[in-house]
C-alpha cells in the first residue's frame, strides 16, 4: 500500500480538497458571507472535483469494477443530496437535524474515505486471485 504513489497523491488531493471545502463552506465565519445557493453549489462543485479526481485515479486500473463502484456509488450519494434537497424546497421545510443528515452524506462522500475503502476493497481482491 505504501508503495502505490498514485493512490497517496490521489489521497492527499482529495484531503486538501476536503480540508477546503470542510473549513471554508461549514459553520466558519467565512460561511457566513456567502449566499446559501452559491455555498450549496460550491458544495457540488467540491464533489464533483473528488469524483474526477478520484475516476482519474481508477481509471488507469486493469480492472473495471473499481471504477464503477467509484461512480456509481458517487451518483448514488449525489442522488439522495438532491433528493434531500428536492424534498426540502418542494414538499416540506426539514428540521436543521434532518438537513445535517444529508450533509452528512456529501461529507463522507467528499472524504477520502470511499478512495480508501474501495482501493482496499481492490487489494484484497488481487491477494485473493493469487
Not at 477546503?20 to 465565519?29: H, I, P, W
Not at 456509488?73 to 416540506?92: K, N, P, R, T
Amino acid at each position: 500500500m505504501l508503495g502505490d504513489k498514485r493512490f497517496w497523491i490521489t489521497w492527499i488531493l482529495i484531503v486538501i480538497v476536503c480540508w477546503v471545502d470542510y473549513n471554508y463552506l461549514n459553520e466558519t465565519e467565512f460561511h457566513k458571507t456567502l449566499d446559501e445557493r452559491l455555498r450549496q453549489s460550491l458544495h457540488i462543485l467540491i464533489y464533483a472535483v473528488v469524483v474526477a479526481i478520484g475516476y482519474y485515479y481508477y481509471r488507469a486500473y486493469d480492472t473495471t469494477w473499481p471504477k464503477y463502484l467509484w461512480l456509481i456509488s458517487y451518483v448514488a450519494g449525489l442522488l439522495i443530496y438532491f433528493i434531500g434537497g428536492f424534498v426540502d424546497i418542494f414538499f416540506l421545510d426539514l428540521t436543521l437535524q434532518q438537513k445535517n443528515h444529508f450533509g452528512a452524506v456529501r461529507l463522507f462522500f467528499s472524504s477520502p474515505i470511499p478512495l480508501t475503502v474501495i482501493y482496499m476493497m481492490h487489494r484484497l481482491s488481487m491477494v485473493n486471485n493469487d
